[in-house]
């Protein structure tokens, strides 16, 4: 069950569309090149968690794409329409919410919105929390590349999701249920649908660590939030530069994104790494309070 609403300046709250019929044209830049932005998002009984945020990492990306980002409260209507119509479908409970925008039908000249919610998968979050076996691949970019060329929009959250995919895909295939992308100098990014957060405790400090944002990875809502809410509960907090090793040394590692929120590796490469039900326990609660 997927409600569909398109935004549509014809309706102020969003028209509600059949997701069971066509809807975007063939033409659409979206679906012929993957020239566009997303964002996704967890919901509970109808309140969408941490939309603010995905709304400023939305318009980010539209910056970085030139492309024309709808006023944040018609995105905003079109999200109420949608969880209330899901509602009454489906009732409460946590649903997945994607914003979506392309640069629209080739050679018009207005962009394509719309908002898809549906129930989030059953089951996803508690096979997730057994732990993840992880491969590192190597993504083919330096970390210093996004800097360098920012056509490449290593920051942006596009539509060309091909790669990551692709990358899961491999994971799979070789045994494992997930993937961590490292730059060709040997520097930790992120996953393919996550952000990598690692725990290391000295002399009594709890800290939690991601890589640098510098390095060319999606700035990730959930990790911010976590971040927050484990500083102002004591926590130190700091930002890479982060190698492999890192991850090899750390407490505990997972991976982090705002559906599955704390994903424990429990091995990388097939070398088993410490993890900690404790922490991840913690961290949990931390992070479903701040939301």
Not at 27 to 33: E, F, I, Y
Not at 69 to 91: D, F, K
Not at 143 to 148: G, L, Y
């Amino acid at each position: 069950m997927t409600v569909l609403v398109f935004l549509d300046p014809m309706f102020p709250e969003g028209r509600i569309a059949d997701a069971a019929v066509p809807q975007l044209r063939a033409t659409d830049l979206g679906a012929t090149r993957g020239d566009g932005i997303f964002e996704s998002m967890l919901a509970v009984d109808g309140a969408p968690r941490k939309m603010t945020a995905h709304l400023d990492r939305m318009e980010s990306s539209a910056l970085a794409l030139d492309l024309e980002l709808p006023a944040r409260e018609t995105w905003e209507r079109a999200v109420a329409t949608a969880l209330a119509e899901l509602t009454i479908r489906e009732g409460t409970g946590e649903a997945v919410v994607k914003l979506l925008l392309t640069r629209g039908v080739e050679g018009a000249d207005a962009p394509t919105a719309w908002v898809a919610a549906s129930p989030a998968p059953a089951g996803a979050r508690e096979r997730t929390a057994r732990g993840l076996d992880v491969l590192l691949l190597d993504r083919g970019y330096d970390s210093t590349v996004a800097e360098r060329a920012p056509w490449l929009l290593l920051g942006a959250k596009t539509l060309s999701y091909a790669v990551n995919m692709a990358a899961l895909r491999y994971a799979k295939a070789n045994g494992a249920d997930d993937v961590i992308f490292t730059s060709s100098d040997g520097k930790v990014l992120e996953g393919p649908t996550s952000s990598v957060i690692l725990a290391v405790q000295e002399d009594g400090q709890k800290m939690l660590l991601t890589p640098e944002l510098e390095s060319g990875i999606l700035p990730g809502t959930t990790q911010r939030a976590l971040f927050d809410a484990a500083e102002a509960a004591g926590w130190a907090r700091g930002y890479g530069p982060l190698e492999p090793a890192h991850l090899m040394e750390a407490d505990a590692v997972w991976l982090v994104s705002s559906i599955r929120l704390l994903a424990p590796v429990t091995s990388i490469d097939g070398t088993p790494i410490s993890s900690s039900p404790a922490l991840t326990e913690e961290l949990t609660e931390l992070l479903r309070a701040a939301l």
